[in-house]
């Protein structure tokens, strides 16, 4: 399963998707505190997927283009939660 996370945009975007590309489950924001709002709905979609942190095998994350302290907020999430967890982190054109 991957975690993916954007912040590189207005919305900021959180959801699990299965190696196949199903998604499983999504969280999409419109608020102005991206960091905030990814970590609250990380543990959200991996709850609503059924999905633990242990269950997962890479982070998947919006590099841009978009605003440059959005974007960094989500690329720093997504390496903490790869550091974390000792999996691939994978950035994604947004």
């Known amino acids: 399963m991957y975690l993916c996370l954007d912040t590189a945009t207005p919305r ?9 590309g199903a998604l499983l489950a999504e969280s999409a ?16 979609v ?4 059924q999905i633990s942190k242990s269950g997962l095998e890479a982070v998947v994350v919006g590099v841009g283009p ?10 720093v999430i ?3 939660v790869g550091t ?8 994604a054109c947004t």
């Open 78 to 80: 997504a390496q903490t």
């Open 12 to 20: 900021t975007t959180v959801a699990v998707v299965s190696p196949d």
């Open 66 to 75: 978009g605003p440059y302290t959005s974007t960094r907020v989500g690329c």
């Open 84 to 91: 974390t967890l000792r999996i691939a982190v994978v950035g």
């Open 46 to 49: 991996l709850s609503v997927a």
């Open 29 to 44: 924001i419109d608020n102005s505190d991206p960091g905030q709002i990814a970590v609250e709905q990380i543990d959200s």
